[in-house]
Structure formats: structure tokens, C-alpha cells
């Protein structure tokens, strides 16, 4: 597996397909590696989580983190 963390696009620049084409060209490149691309997402991200299914990602577990 190869994370894929920090997907941030800034407001003014959302729904032009910024997001996706990066993400998408991102896990591409791990696959064509030999990897499997994983990411973390807040299941309140309604947005996000639907481009990422939208690109082949699907949910596998919830877990939480905690930062100390």
C-alpha cells in the first residue's frame, strides 16, 4: 500500500476537476508500480468520498486517529 494524504483544493478553485485529475493521476501511478493506493478520508466529507469511489477507491474499514 501507498498512502495518498493532504487532497486539498482551495475553495475559489473546487468543482473543476482539479481534485480529481490529480488524485486519479496519483493512484494510476502507484498501481503502475505495483502498489495499491490507499487514503483517509472523514466519513463527514460527503464530496470527497464521492470522487474517490468515482475514481475506483471503496471503503475498507473506519478507524480513528489521535493526535497527542
Do not use: C, M, W
Amino acid at each position: 500500500y501507498e498512502q495518498i494524504g493532504g487532497v486539498y483544493v482551495r475553495p475559489e478553485f473546487r468543482g473543476r476537476g482539479a481534485g480529481r485529475a490529480v488524485t486519479a493521476a496519483l493512484a494510476r501511478d502507484i498501481r503502475n508500480r505495483g502498489k495499491i493506493p490507499a487514503l483517509f478520508v472523514k466519513t463527514s466529507n460527503s464530496a470527497a468520498i464521492h470522487l474517490y469511489k468515482e475514481i475506483g477507491f471503496a471503503d475498507f474499514d473506519e478507524f480513528v486517529i489521535n493526535y497527542f
